[in-house]
């Protein structure tokens, strides 16, 4: 296909999303007459979807609270790209997660007279990278805490965060399994799995149903969830509502608005 890169992308594009496997600052599209304005964008693409809406929503709501915290406190994150694509290499080792250790850089602010190179990259657990490690690399979560009690984070929100957080690291320290752990102990102990690599149709069946039955509420599983327990769904009071393109009449936005206004200041 000939494009012309004066005008066209996509073969900046390529190049691009081979090279940055973790996070990618992506330029704004072509724009098209008449569709809506697609500004510069931070793609972080190392994120795998999970079994659960609780898991899903902890590792989400963790890359968002880390991109507020080195906005909020002008943290540099930045290492060569040749330690990221060896720590990508790492991170596809087995338990990676809590055996593997990663490049991460060592001051993520600027240090102390005397305290070293300021662009220094040193490994680190994942663990280490979440809790900390030693006296100058505070940690992530920490940080994300300190973020929360700096604005004032109400204490329903405050603990949901945490919920989260615990989920994360308790992964990291090997308290709970990760979701490829977990899957392979069910295929372990199969009695049908000759620990030959071969995941027959039975076993692949069972692993499906028991992730179905986790996802709905139907099974506890702590080795995976700790001690969350998913919410089992509910049908009886589902009902068809589809999507209208009405706009909302004024008075509509401004009772609601009231409303919401008045539940907030009712929790606080």
């Known amino acids: 296909v000939e494009l012309d890169d004066e005008v066209e992308t996509d073969h900046f594009e390529n190049l691009q999303s081979t090279n940055w496997q973790t996070v990618r600052w992506k330029p704004p599209p072509k724009s098209k ?10 793609e972080f693409r190392s994120m795998e979807v999970q ?3 609780f898991e899903n929503a902890a590792f989400t709501v963790f890359v968002v609270l880390v991109s507020r915290v080195i906005l909020a406190f002008d943290l540099n994150l930045y290492i060569p790209l040749s330690k990221v694509d060896e720590n990508m290499r790492r991170a596809h080792a087995r338990n990676a997660a809590v055996e593997g250790t990663f490049f ?9 007279r005397g305290a070293g190179d300021a662009d220094a990259c040193e490994e680190m657990s994942a663990l280490e990278i979440l809790d900390g490690k030693s006296d100058y690399f505070p940690g992530l979560i920490p940080l ?13 929100t405050y603990e949901q965060m945490r919920a989260y957080l615990d989920l994360i690291r308790k992964r990291a320290s090997g308290e709970i399994q990760t979701a490829a752990q977990w899957m392979r102990s069910l295929i372990y102990k199969h009695p049908e799995y000759k620990h030959d690599s071969v995941v027959p149709e039975g076993i692949a069946h069972d692993l499906l149903k028991t992730i179905a039955e986790v996802a709905e509420g139907k099974r506890h599983e702590p ?10 769904l509910r049908t009886d009071n589902a009902w068809y509502v589809p999507l209208k393109d009405e706009r909302i009449r004024s008075e509509q936005r401004e009772a609601l608005l009231a409303a919401y206004s008045h539940r907030l200041f009712r929790r606080r």
């Open 33 to 42: 007459p008449g569709a809506p304005h697609v500004g510069w964008r931070v």
């Open 51 to 53: 079994l659960t809406d």
């Open 104 to 112: 991460f850089r060592k001051h993520m602010a600027p240090p102390g």
């Open 144 to 156: 994300i805490f300190a973020y929360l009690e700096s604005i004032n984070c109400d204490s329903d």
């Open 223 to 232: 080795r995976l969830l700790g001690e969350h327990r998913v919410a089992p």
